[in-house]
């Protein structure tokens, strides 16, 4: 089987990317949209992120036989329940969220007659709203699937071969555990560069200008992932909590241990520990998800903020 109707429930960035890739290489299916936001709603349809942009988000699902939540972590229960009553019961329902098992809950609670497959497109870029989405976001990215134990094998193939046809690889994984490896790759990354251009910014010995006029290049990298949407990564962090507590735990010991080799002098332990990173940042390049390239070979379309 394949999606034919594909009902897209938020219009930012990934919801507006999905439409726009489904528009180039799955021409043959229709796309419905609808964001809460009016103002996003109306530029949505300027730049034809769907084929239809709805006034209601019941509207938007009634024929769909695929329907895809881009909204933020603590918005998709009640963007689950806004359409509940209007869903067709053989429509599958999915999402684009960074956190599964919160998020598998809400809609399955929400929708209790639908079947629920929750994905993670590992992809984004610091920019948010209706303007920032392209359809070439996914290609060469990570797409995870979660389904539950007891999902039909079809719908799961259909979901797949949907994302592989948007240029995603995709990859199967428990919901658990997903919040477990994304806590550590992307969760706890956000919190440390929110935290160190907080930081920067609050030192009363530096003004914000020098911030901004001697930012190295480290520094410009934390502010691009802090500059990603606040109310997405709120509601990522409240969602995941627990997986992202644990992570911050280790994280926390570990940099005891290199402040404990800063203090005492100890430049082989730095020495060793900066080796072994440095490995890391070539397997991403390796596995060709980063650029080596300067300015990582982004231009105008970076993936800093991904979820």
């Known amino acids: 089987m394949s ?5 897209i429930i938020g219009l930012g960035l990934l919801g507006g990317s999905i439409g726009l890739a489904v528009r180039e290489y799955i021409p043959g299916a229709a796309t419905t949209g609808y964001d809460s936001d009016p103002a996003t709603r109306k530029r949505a349809a300027e730049r034809g992120l769907a084929d239809k942009i709805c006034d209601s988000a019941a509207d938007a699902v009634r024929e769909a036989d695929l329907v895809i939540f881009c909204v933020p972590p603590g918005a998709m229960a009640e963007a689950a329940r806004e359409i509940a009553g209007a869903l067709p019961k053989g ?5 684009v969220g960074s956190c599964k098992v919160a998020v598998a809950k809400a809609l399955g609670e929400a929708l209790p007659r639908n079947a629920v497959i929750p994905a993670h497109p590992v992809a984004g870029t610091e920019n948010s709203g209706p303007d920032a ?41 428990d919901a658990e555990h997903h919040d477990l490896v994304l806590a550590v790759t992307s969760h706890l990354p956000h919190l440390i560069a929110y935290t160190i251009v ?3 910014s609050d030192l009363e010995q530096v003004t914000q200008s020098e911030v901004i006029k001697y930012s ?11 500059a990603s949407d606040p109310t997405m990564w709120r509601d990522v ?14 994280f926390s010991e570990d940099l005891t241990a290199l402040q404990r080799a800063i203090r005492v002098g100890d430049g082989d332990a730095l020495f ?3 080796t ?23 231009g105008d379309h970076g993936d800093a903020g991904a979820g």
């Open 276 to 298: 072994r990173t440095r490995a890391i940042r070539r397997s991403i390049i390796a596995e060709g998800q980063d650029d080596a390239r300067a300015d990582f070979g982004r």
């Open 237 to 250: 962090f409240l969602s995941n909590k627990d997986a992202v507590l644990e992570m911050l735990q280790r």
């Open 216 to 226: 190295a290049g480290g520094f410009r990298d934390f502010t691009r992932i802090a």
């Open 272 to 274: 060793d520990h900066f």
């Open 3 to 7: 999606f034919q109707r594909i009902a």
């Open 198 to 200: 907080g930081t920067a």
């Open 133 to 173: 989405g392209f359809a070439a976001l996914f290609h060469n990215r990570w797409c995870i699937v979660t389904p539950p134990a007891d999902a039909d094998l079809q719908l799961l193939t259909a979901l797949t071969q949907f994302w592989e046809a948007l240029g995603a690889n995709v990859e199967i994984m």
């Open 91 to 95: 429509a599958l329902v999915s999402d």
